[in-house]
């Protein structure tokens, strides 16, 4: 005896291997994996702006620092000079 459908109830069901599921339901969708897949056309150009963001946050960071400088400070007239 079939083992009834969750979803509609219905006892029209085949129990088959995870593998010969396209085969049954003749569908592929089932093996098919669009979620997180990356077409190779457009990986050159994902690599490049992984690259212009990794260059951006070095910019950054290099900036940061310049403008972490060491300054002079004179505590009697407060005047400061970056050096």
Known sequence: ???K?????????VTETAGKIAEVT????F??????YISPEQLPELLKEII??????FRF??????NNAPVLI??????YERI
């Not at 960071?61 to 310049?66: C, I």
Request: with cysteine; proline share 5%.
């Open 1 to 3: 005896m079939p083992l």
């Open 5 to 13: 459908c969750p979803k509609c109830g219905s006892r029209n069901t």
């Open 26 to 29: 003749r569908d592929d969708r």
């Open 31 to 36: 093996l098919t994996s669009t979620s997180g």
């Open 52 to 57: 212009r963001a990794i260059q951006r946050l």
């Open 61 to 66: 960071l290099e900036q940061r620092e310049r």
């Open 74 to 79: 004179c505590k009697d007239c407060g005047y």
